[in-house]
């Protein structure tokens, strides 16, 4: 009696076959779903291929600049004082295209480009932050005479001496021959700004003159 309730060898094996093949079928199945999952995510190819980005800019104080990537270079957003807006719009610096003639920005995009604002809204500015001469990273340089006695603020090349108003146009003698790109952008709420493609899903493959 005693014998017949405990379980035999060939019992046994056949326990550790099932066990053993469900361990493997779900080893198997989690192993399927990961690169499925990974299929949903944006690679760093997409993003580096000019894959739109979201920025939040609602902590972004007056006068003060932050860096992003979109498509592997830099782009600023500069939240401008109304000091700034004011030297841009009532400019008498010696500009080399003071209104932005030079296809610098996607044409579908509203950018006050008469006033020299160059923004969707006045006091964001947008822009790639690449010098049009031969590439180099120019600083922003606010201050007035940080750069020489009749430098009002603006972004220096510190490279070959490239000048650029705070709305990102080059001043006339400088070895950069055109303004800095203003790239496809549209805000999607009033602190988010989406970088890469307008509101209708267009420019997404734009290219400027100068990168």
């Known amino acids: 009696m005693d014998d017949k309730r405990k379980p035999r060898p060939v019992d046994r094996r056949r326990r550790r076959l099932i066990a053993a093949t469900s361990a493997v079928g779900a080893i198997e199945v989690a192993a399927a779903t990961v690169p499925f999952v990974g299929s949903l995510l944006p690679s760093a190819r997409a993003k580096a291929a000019g894959a739109p980005v979201q920025v939040n800019v609602s902590g972004l104080e007056p006068g003060k600049l932050m860096t992003v990537s979109w498509r592997s270079k830099p782009v600023w957003i500069l939240r401008r004082t109304a000091a700034e807006l004011r030297k841009v719009e009532h400019s008498t610096l010696d500009?080399?295209?003071?209104?932005?003639?030079?296809?610098?920005?996607p044409p579908g995009m509203n950018l006050h480009l008469d006033s020299g604002v160059r923004a969707v809204r006045p006091d964001y500015l947008v822009l790639v932050g690449i010098c049009t001469h031969l590439g180099c990273i120019p600083e922003y340089r606010p201050q007035a005479g940080s750069v020489g006695p009749d430098w009002p603020g603006g972004f220096y090349c510190p490279c070959h001496g490239s000048k650029y108003d705070l709305s990102g146009r080059v001043l006339a003698g400088s070895p950069a021959p055109i303004n800095l790109?203003?790239?496809?952008?549209?805000?999607?709420?009033?602190?988010?700004?989406?970088?890469?493609?307008?509101?209708?899903?267009?420019?997404?493959?734009?290219?400027?003159?100068?990168w």
């Open 95 to 105: 500009l080399s295209d003071p209104m932005s003639q030079v296809p610098q920005q």
């Open 181 to 210: 790109p203003v790239p496809p952008y549209y805000f999607e709420s009033p602190g988010l700004i989406r970088i890469g493609e307008l509101k209708d899903g267009s420019d997404l493959n734009w290219q400027p003159k100068g």
